[in-house]
C-alpha cells in the first residue's frame, strides 16, 4: 500500500524563524515521484516542486529547501527566514508509476507565520 | 500560459438536488484528473482521463457521480442526487505526462450540500 504521512498537524512561528515540515512515504514501488503543494487560504493548490526516486540530491529554491532521504523514506521541507506569507497548508504527495498516476496526499501541515 | 480553470466557484445546494462541476485544463494537457478535498484532509482521486477515454475511476461513487470529457479538452463532473457528505472542494488538474508529471490544480469548487 502506498502512504503518506504528516505527523505535525499545525506548527507556529514567528516570522525570520527557520521551520522544517516532514513527510514519511511508503510504497513497494522502486519509481516514484514526490511533490509538495501549498495551499493559500484561497483554496488553490499550488506546486512546489517534484522529485523522482533515482535523484536524492537536495534541492534549495530561495527560501525553500528539500531533504529527500530514501534509507528512511523522508522528503522534508525547510523554509529559511519565514514570512507571514508563507502561512498556508502544506501537502506532501506521492505517485506510483505502475498502477495508476493518482497522487497520494498527506493530511496536510498547516503553518502559521507571525509577524 | 492560462492556468486550470473551473467553474463554478461556489455552490450551495440542498440534499437530493443535482450539481455540475466544470473544467477546462491547461492547454495541450492531455490528462485530466478530479479529486475531493473533505475539509481537513488532503484531496482523493475521484477519476482520470487521458484524452476522452477513463484511465482510473475506481473511486468514484458511480451510483451518484459521473464525469464525462467529450472531445478530450473540457470535463464536467456531476453529483446526482446529491448527500451531506458530499460537502468538499472539487479541484481539477491537469498534467502534460502521465506517469510522475506534475499535476496542476485550478481553483476549486467549493460545495455546500445543506
Known amino acids: 500500500a502506498q502512504k503518506v504521512t504528516q505527523a505535525q498537524t499545525e506548527i507556529s512561528v514567528v516570522e525570520k524563524e527557520d521551520v522544517t515540515l516532514d513527510c514519511v512515504y511508503e510504497?513497494?514501488?522502486?519509481?516514484?515521484?514526490l511533490f509538495w503543494y501549498k495551499q493559500p487560504p484561497s483554496g488553490e493548490l499550488v506546486f512546489l516542486i517534484r522529485?523522482?526516486?533515482?535523484?536524492?540530491q537536495n534541492e534549495i529554491s530561495g527560501r525553500y529547501s528539500w531533504n529527500f532521504q530514501k534509507s528512511t523514506s523522508s522528503f522534508n521541507f525547510t523554509i529559511t527566514a519565514s514570512q507571514v506569507v508563507d502561512s498556508a497548508v502544506y501537502f506532501c504527495?506521492?505517485?506510483?508509476?505502475?498502477?495508476?498516476?493518482?497522487?497520494?496526499f498527506g493530511t496536510g501541515t498547516r503553518l502559521q507565520v507571525f509577524p | 500560459e492560462a492556468g486550470v480553470a473551473q467553474s463554478p466557484r461556489y455552490k450551495i445546494i440542498e440534499k437530493r438536488q443535482s450539481v455540475a462541476f466544470w473544467c477546462n485544463p491547461i492547454s495541450g494537457h492531455a490528462t485530466l484528473y478530479w479529486y475531493q478535498q473533505i475539509l481537513g484532509q488532503g484531496p482523493k482521486l475521484l477519476i482520470q482521463?487521458?484524452?476522452?477515454?477513463?484511465?482510473?475511476d475506481s473511486q468514484l461513487p458511480k451510483d451518484r457521480f459521473s464525469a464525462e470529457r467529450l472531445k478530450g479538452v473540457d470535463s464536467t463532473l456531476k453529483i446526482q442526487p446529491a448527500k451531506l457528505e458530499d460537502s468538499a472542494v472539487y479541484l481539477c488538474?491537469?498534467?502534460?505526462?502521465?506517469?510522475?508529471?506534475?499535476?496542476?490544480f485550478g481553483p476549486g469548487t467549493r460545495l455546500l450540500v445543506l
Open positions: 482521463f487521458q484524452n476522452n477515454g477513463v484511465v482510473d
Open positions: 488538474a491537469s498534467s502534460l505526462v502521465r506517469a510522475g508529471g506534475t499535476q496542476y
Open positions: 504527495a506521492l505517485s506510483a508509476s505502475y498502477n495508476t498516476d493518482k497522487l497520494i
Open positions: 510504497t513497494r514501488d522502486t519509481t516514484y515521484y
Open positions: 522529485r523522482n526516486s533515482f535523484d536524492e
